[in-house]
């Protein structure tokens, strides 16, 4: 028997790579630090244990953003989003189309191949978060519906630039997903993301599907989050409505971790996998491999084998500027969750076997 496990994405990044940003360094010295951390996340993860690995976004800025870095079309006065802790994340605001990419994940991927042979998961942001780009008041000469249909060609053009460039999977971003609720109680706004989402999804083939993925969390930043007030069971009806095959799914810091797994039992479809967050990473404590190994037990009860997978609740440092989680901490949690999915993987083999 084996259970799959995965890692969501961001790894910290070293705290030298982020003063030489800070600083401005000269581009061609901060390129040679930016590999330098690359490689060495990418040997760290292997040490793990870890069979499917990621680059650790240790070249992006912001995992919401990346795609529109140097982008000349863009207003710093977007939404913003605060976070429980009292702090704020604010998004840029398009200020003219027509809307393009400056940047597609596939440059990651590819990075990211030099230094492995193991498969690489790419992760990429959802349509549904670059559309809050569009200002409330529009852009004269550039509606809103234009604004979209080029969203959706950049989104969809992204993905099978990482299926060309040889990705394992691609992880679909969605942390506002949860968000959504929050904003807007009568779910109006949820539905429009899963319909926008959906818009790109259904231009892939089954195929095709089966190697994306969507993940979900009440956001990750400097140990706080936006919207884990947000009950579970008012959206995962709403998200087993994506058409991917994958789900990654935050629960280790859940406070009612049996209530969610029943409401994922009630609405996960026959042909879905899900990836439930076996390690919490707000929390600095490293977690056991047994205390993994029980939580994937706990979810076994709920979710059949053959749809059932680990990973982290989130990202550890989705921002580069978010050194709240040591990279000692990260790797050792996922350390725990390898050896914890094993374990649980001999004690389920056991029991079949009984």
């Known amino acids: 028997m084996t259970i799959p496990t995965e890692s969501i994405g961001s790894i910290p990044r070293k705290r030298e790579l982020i003063e030489a940003i800070h600083q401005g360094l000269a ?20 040490q793990t244990g870890s069979s ?40 840029p605001a398009l200020k003219s189309g027509p809307f393009r990419y ?22 990429v942001i959802s349509a549904s978060a670059l559309s809050l780009l569009y200002p409330t008041e529009g ?42 609720l929050k904003l807007d109680p009568s779910g109006n706004l949820l539905q429009q993301f899963i319909d926008l989402n959906n818009q790109v999804l259904s231009r892939f083939s089954e195929a095709e599907r089966s190697k994306l993925g969507v993940h979900v969390c009440p956001g990750g930043d400097h140990d706080s989050t936006h919207s884990a007030d947000v009950d579970y069971k008012d959206f995962l009806p709403k998200l087993f409505e994506l058409k991917v095959k994958n789900f990654y799914l935050q629960l280790a810091s859940e406070t009612n971790r049996k209530q969610v797994l029943a409401t994922i039992q009630q609405y996960l479809k026959p042909d879905q996998v899900v990836f439930v967050g076996v390690i919490d990473v707000l929390n600095p404590e490293v977690e056991t491999p047994s205390q993994v190994r029980d939580r994937i037990l706990e979810a076994a009860d709920y979710i059949p084998l053959s ?11 989705p921002f580069c500027d978010d050194i709240s989680t040591t990279r000692d901490t990260a790797f050792a949690k996922i350390a725990a969750r390898i050896e914890g999915t094993k374990l649980a993987e001999a004690a389920l ?3 079949q076997h009984a």
């Open 27 to 46: 581009t061609i010295q901060l390129k040679a630090l930016y590999q330098a951390s690359l490689q060495e996340t990418i040997k760290l993860l292997e």
């Open 52 to 91: 499917v690995l990621t680059d650790g976004e240790q070249t992006k800025s912001s995992f919401v953003t990346y795609p529109l870095e140097g982008s000349t079309i863009l207003s710093p006065n977007g939404a913003v989003i605060p976070f429980a802790d009292g702090h704020t994340r604010q998004l």
């Open 102 to 123: 400056t940047h597609y994940a596939d440059q990651y991927l590819k990075q990211a191949q030099q230094y492995t042979r193991l498969p690489l998961k790419q992760a």
């Open 139 to 180: 852009i004269e000469g550039y509606s809103r519906e234009e604004f979209i249909g080029d969203l959706l060609n950049e989104h969809e053009t992204e993905i099978r630039r990482c299926f060309e460039a040889g990705a394992y999977k691609v992880q679909i971003d969605f942390t506002e997903g949860r968000l959504a």
């Open 307 to 317: 749809q059932l997978g680990t990973t982290d609740d989130c990202g550890f440092s």
């Open 349 to 351: 083999a056991s029991q």
